[in-house]
C-alpha cells in the first residue's frame, strides 16, 4: 500500500501502460510470426504481411513499447528474407 497519492497515481499508471504495452506486444509478435510464415511459402503473398509486420513494428517503437534499434533489426531480417525469397522464386521461375 502507497504512503502517498502520488504513489498511488503512479501504481495506476504503471498498471494501465503495462496492459497497453503487453498488448501491443502480443499483437506484434503475431503479426511478425505471420510474416515470417509467409515467407516459407509463395514469395508473392508474402509481401502484404511483410508490410503489416513493418509497419506494426514502427508504431510499436514509435511508441516506446519496444527499442527503435529493435524494431530496426527485425524489420531488416524481414526484408532480407523477403529479397531472398523473391530471388530465389525468379531463378526457379528461369
Do not use: C, Y
Amino acid at each position: 500500500m502507497a504512503n502517498h497519492a502520488s504513489a498511488d497515481k503512479r501504481n495506476r499508471q504503471r498498471i494501465t501502460r503495462t496492459a497497453r504495452n503487453r498488448a501491443i506486444k502480443s499483437e506484434l509478435r503475431t503479426t511478425v510470426k505471420k510474416a515470417r510464415t509467409a515467407l516459407k511459402g509463395v514469395p508473392q503473398e508474402s509481401a502484404a504481411p511483410v508490410t503489416a509486420a513493418v509497419s506494426a513494428l514502427d508504431r510499436a517503437a514509435s511508441k516506446g513499447t519496444i527499442p527503435a534499434k529493435r524494431a530496426s533489426r527485425v524489420k531488416s531480417r524481414l526484408a532480407l528474407a523477403l529479397h531472398k525469397a523473391s530471388v530465389a522464386a525468379k531463378t526457379a521461375a528461369s
